[in-house]
């Protein structure tokens, strides 16, 4: 089944301890996304990835970093979290380029301390 | 990309058609018309896509204006677990950016 994966489901940490929020797709897909979802701020992009060894920021990477060793997983690093990263975070993955739609996981929620 | 305007929210009663409605009137002639919805949290779901012509999928149909600057959604027979945020998104031909509003609220009475 083509699917995005993520892990953890539920996270609930301190500010200042360091996390990693797992995501993996099985579909072969080049590009790969992180999004973060707020009340009354819609869903916003973190850093998105075009292919392997190749990453960008998005719209709101502050705090955040990425890498994309393998094709298939795209991990979102939090070093030193802090209360205003408490959020829904999706991943999301498709072809490049359109008409390719994107398939996003089932989210991430993160409540820091 | 081209912005794009959805009304709040519409009700609608289960089993008839759900028509949501999408303005982008600045869209260009490379982007393509992009609907997704969420439903209660979970991750966006994709519906439906089109550049000109009018399309249909097993979720939805999509009609395209002429001009391209509005679009509708139609959910020909809504249930109750259509009621979920739907947006609609352009997006241009070579790019992978969704940039999501606010959407469209959809809830389905019985």
């Known amino acids: 089944e083509a699917q995005v994966t993520q892990n953890p489901r539920y996270l609930i940490t301190v500010t200042g301890k360091k996390l990693t929020v797992t995501c993996s797709q099985n579909m072969n897909h080049e590009y790969m996304s992180w999004y973060r979802q707020d009340p009354g701020l819609g869903l916003r992009q973190i850093y998105y990835s075009m292919n392997v060894e190749v990453t960008d920021k998005g719209d709101v990477p502050e705090g955040y970093k990425v890498s994309r060793k393998e094709k298939r997983n795209f991990p979102l690093i939090l070093e030193s979290p802090s209360p205003n990263q408490t959020s829904l975070y999706f991943c999301a993955s498709s072809h490049v380029g359109a008409p390719y739609e994107q398939y996003f996981g089932p989210g991430t929620r993160l409540t820091v301390t | ?110």
Not at chain 2, 48 to 76: C, F, V, W, Y
Not at chain 2, 89 to 100: A, M, P, S, T, W
Request: charged residues 20%; contains cysteine; neutral net charge.
């Open chain 2, 1 to 110: 990309d081209a912005k794009t305007t959805q009304p709040p929210s519409m009700d609608c009663a289960e089993g008839r058609a759900a028509n949501l409605p999408c303005n982008h009137s600045t869209i260009s002639g490379n982007e393509y018309v992009y609907w997704y919805r969420q439903i209660h949290s979970q991750g966006p779901q994709y519906i439906i896509h089109g550049l000109k012509n009018n399309e249909t999928n097993e979720m939805a149909s999509l009609i395209i204006t002429e001009d391209r600057k509005s679009s509708t959604l139609i959910l020909p027979h809504a249930t109750l677990r259509d009621t979920a945020v739907y947006y609609c998104i352009v997006r241009v031909e070579d790019g992978n950016k969704l940039v999501f509003g606010a959407g469209t609220i959809l809830r389905v009475k019985s």
